[in-house]
């Protein structure tokens, strides 16, 4: 009997961690999302006006290179903000569930 209620109390434990896992990383998904949107519309707009203005990125950047430098600044910002975001969340109910160290 008692192993039965130790039993129910760590599968109760570890689907709550497992479900707070899944909501720190979705949060960490949406915030890599939000990033890598803000960072191709800010690496696209000066990209695309110096193929257009300057004559070496003219003559140098076809649009694969184009869309190489715009994907590259997407993912390097989703990659980053969403680690970011999942280890602020780790950290944070870390800290809240921890019991309280007072010296």
Not at 72 to 77: I, N
Request: aromatic letters at 4%; hydrophobic letters at 55%; glycine letters at 2%.
């Amino acid at each position: 009997m008692a192993k039965n209620v130790a039993q129910s109390a760590t599968l109760a434990s570890l689907d709550q961690k497992l479900a707070l896992a899944k909501r720190c990383s979705h949060e960490g998904v949406v915030a890599g999302a939000k990033a890598a949107i803000v960072a191709t519309i800010a690496t696209a707009i000066p990209t695309l006006a110096s193929v257009r203005m300057l004559p070496w990125a003219k003559a140098n950047l076809n649009h694969t290179a184009q869309a190489l430098i715009i994907s590259t600044a997407a993912g390097a910002a989703y990659f980053i903000v969403a680690d970011k975001t999942v280890l602020a969340t780790a950290r944070k109910n870390s800290f809240k569930h921890a019991p309280n160290m007072e010296a």
